[in-house]
């Protein structure tokens, strides 16, 4: 069929779209290049180079070792303040930026395990989705090694992701600890974390949330859910760069409770004392176990700027409006050729993501890259879609689907 509606309506979208603008405050905007992986390493806003060149002058040439004192000691904590105050509905006092994401969801799970096993011995089950990212899955089998826990995994269809009737099946009076994806790596589904909290809760467990795929682009709201635990990656949506140290959030009700394994002297109550033994902080702090990469925590701040300019109300509006617009270009120009769609069609149960399923993505993924398009590429045949609301623009969604199109037949 021919694309020329879809290019109209595709310039209709742009035009009206009150966050148009914000695309422009990324470096390399202008180029032709699409980028469908802002999911995955998010692009750098141009206020960024300014900033790390600033830092290296400014700062750590001129303050040198004082910039411990003057600042550095606590920008772990006050980003996460403005993270969890802009992005996800967390009271200050309760994110902080650590470690990588697996380090940090490790922490957690340990603490939150050894917690509830020791309040009633019963407890030592772990309960994770068959199809979580592979590093949570990982942690899971290690911990449960460790410490002589159990996994209870719970069986998904990869299209979608763990719901509250699977969810249900899988807790119990036995259950210590539920790890879950709020928007599944693979599939983009969109868990209702504030119910399946509850269903956690109703069993007796703590609950930890991934949120590598949805902060910064899907509403996250941590305190009213009555979340216990999470953490995410700021090098995706939150477009930290490479290697940007994740989040953790652990809700203030737990933080004199929760034990976390890896004690070193930044989690300690009296970090310059060099005391004999480990006393942990108060509050945040004893999450933290080495010196904190300062550096690379800096980038994320300019996107932290960006959504508090635009609203996550907005971002998610956009971010809907583009899988919607996708799907329907996918629906007339990808189907035809024997692409399936392998997330939810409907946008409510949906992150930023789509995943189209054809046995030649693989090459089709290859030959896109060599001509910058840039989607991603996830076994068995999916070719990933990341739609980042700031950053990406309607006639590029369109021009990247095109060539999709043009390389499947090409592959085919
Ligand atoms: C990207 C991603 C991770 C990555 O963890 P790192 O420690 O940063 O490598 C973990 N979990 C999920 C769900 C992810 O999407």
Known sequence: MSTDPFAAEALALDTADPLAAHRDAFVDAETPLV????????????????RLSDFVTAEWGGRLIRGWDESWMELPFAIGDRLGAIALGAAAGQTVIGDSTTVLLYKLL???????????????????GRDDFPTDRYLVEGIAAERGAR??????????????????????????????????YRSGYLADAETLTRIAH?????????????AGSVPVELDAWDVDLAVGCTYKYLNGGPGAPAFAYVAARHQTTLAQPIQGWMGAADVFAMGPEYRPADGMRRFLSGTPPV??????????????????????AKSVALTEFA?????????????????????????????????TMRAVTARLWRQDVIPDYRDPDGLRIGLAPLSTSFTETLTGLVAVAEAVRAES
Request: proline share 6%; net charge negative; hydrophobic share 45%.
């Open 35 to 50: 980028y469908f992986d802002g999911n995955s390493l998010g692009r750098p806003p141009r206020a960024t180079a300014q």
């Open 110 to 128: 340990r603490a939150a395990l050894a917690e509830r096993s020791t309040a009633e011995p019963a407890r030592v089950e772990i309960v994770v």
């Open 151 to 184: 996994v209870v995994w719970v069986e998904v269809d990869t299209s979608r992701g763990v719901d509250a009737e699977r969810l249900r099946a899988a807790v119990g009076p036995r259950t210590a600890v539920v790890l879950l994806s709020h928007v599944s």
């Open 202 to 214: 109703e069993a007796g467990a703590l609950v930890l949330w991934d949120l590598c795929h949805s």
């Open 295 to 316: 550096l690379a925590m800096l980038a994320m701040q300019d996107t932290l700027d960006l959504i508090e300019d635009a609203g996550v109300a907005a971002i998610r």
């Open 327 to 359: 799907l329907r270009v996918s629906d007339g120009i990808l189907s035809p050729l024997g692409v399936s769609l392998a997330s939810p069609r409907d946008p409510a149960e949906r992150g930023g993501h789509l995943t189209l399923s054809h046995p």
